[in-house]
């Protein structure tokens, strides 16, 4: 028992010295770690020391690369407020405004330049045209000199092209317009619109006709009445040409009567006797040079005359004769002369023949006493055609087809 006891305690001091011995090594092992972290402790505290500032300076740098960045987001956020002003739609509205106000204010100023010019041409041009609505082609030629002599013509093209055209323009040559306001239409409900257009077209050129060949452009203005002629187809009276509306599209109709008024408003001259017929013959000569056709109302004759071709010829061979059937049928008298008017202007041209005609008409006026005397006519024409030599060709028509003539006004033969 006590054996067993004794055994037991030494086996429990056996088995407590291996830890006595762990416990001494571990004391050991303790003190001398406590000693040896003594002896490092200075070097640990240099090392927090050194991390310490590897953190500030880690932390300056980070401070420093925050401050730049802040400042280029402050440079950056300034530059785009300063580019956000050039982009601002408030901005870019009013600058639009702006530009399309100075771009109208372009259009408008350049399109007032250019309607400038072209009003100012327009006007020259229309004032070019007035002067020359003379009828006669030296006064407009007259007209044109003052224009450019006063300065008138503004564009220089154009006062250079004038004056070219007027240093090569031969004497009695050159444009020129009837006089404005020379007829004018009645209105009557047989007046159409197509018949007053075609009627007035060929009065306008028939008056510069007449215009050309020297008739006085200051005349009266003259009526144009489309109507009934109650015991007449046409007549002229009162400077008013009567048509009747069946043959108002016969233009030598209209032709004829407005001969009559060039040829007799300016005279009392009753329209009667051999006055009348010579009136009558230039009144068809007239229109009949001016449409080239010697045959007198074509299309009147129709009405007038039913069956026959026309109401004269003058391409005729008629002879004058002085009877008291032909004093008082001036419209047979007119068709004998105006066979021989027709014949000279076969020989010399109207051109030629026609300002002759309308020359000695107004000097045979001039002298009331005469007008009634074939001879006194004949006299005139052979005087009018002494100065471009055409007397003998003429004196030789009218003695052929059985005119008197004054020993004054004959020419001797060669």
């Known amino acids: 028992m006590r054996r067993r006891e004794f055994v037991t305690q030494l086996a429990g001091a056996v088995a407590a010295l291996p830890i006595a011995a762990l416990v001494l090594v571990l004391a050991l092992a303790n003190s001398k770690s406590l000693a040896q972290a003594a002896k490092n402790e200075p070097s640990t505290e240099a090392l927090r ?32 407020q300063v580019s956000s002003k050039w982009f601002n739609p408030l901005f870019v509205a009013i600058c639009a405004a702006a530009l399309a106000a100075l771009g109208n204010l372009l259009v408008t100023f350049f399109n007032g330049r250019t309607q400038l010019k072209l009003e100012t041409s327009k006007a020259e041009s229309t004032r070019i045209l007035e002067m020359i609505k003379t009828g006669d082609t030296e006064a407009a030629a007259k007209n044109l000199e003052f224009l450019l002599g006063a300065g008138l013509v503004v564009e220089k093209d154009q006062a250079i092209s004038l004056r070219e055209y007027l240093d090569r323009r031969q004497p009695g040559k050159g444009p020129s317009l009837p006089s404005p306001g020379r007829f004018a239409f009645e209105s009557t409900t047989d007046l159409t619109a197509d018949i007053q257009t075609e009627l007035q077209g060929k009065l306008e050129a028939y008056i510069a006709y007449l215009d050309k060949i020297g008739s006085p452009p200051d ?178 028509i009218l003695r052929n087809r059985g005119f008197s003539l004054d020993k004054a006004a004959s020419v001797p033969g060669p």
């Open 49 to 80: 020391l050194e991390l310490g500032k590897e953190k500030w300076r880690d932390e300056l740098e980070m401070r420093v690369r925050e401050l730049a960045l802040k400042e280029r987001e402050l440079s950056l956020r300034e530059g785009e």
């Open 219 to 396: 005349l009266v203005q003259a009526k144009i009445k489309i109507g009934a002629v109650p015991g007449h187809y046409a007549q002229y009276q009162n400077n008013t040409l009567e048509i009747d509306s069946r043959i108002a599209r016969d233009v030598f109709v209209a032709l004829r009567e407005y001969s009559h008024h060039a040829l007799t408003s300016k005279t009392n001259n009753p329209w009667t006797g051999n006055f009348a017929g010579i009136e009558s013959g230039l009144a068809d000569y007239f229109p009949a040079s001016f449409l080239n056709n010697p045959r007198v109302g074509e299309i009147s004759a129709e009405i007038i005359r039913p069956g026959q071709p026309y109401l004269r010829c003058l391409d005729n061979r008629l002879k004058f004769k002085t009877t008291k059937a032909l004093k008082d049928d001036p419209w047979t008298t007119g068709e004998i002369w105006g066979g021989a008017f027709w014949e000279m202007r076969n020989r010399l041209t109207g051109d030629v023949i026609d300002p002759i005609l309308m020359k000695a008409w107004w000097s045979l006026l001039d002298h009331p006493s005469k007008t009634s005397a074939p001879k006194a006519f004949a006299a005139e024409v052979l005087a009018a055609a002494k100065l471009n030599q055409h007397d003998k060709t003429i004196q030789t």
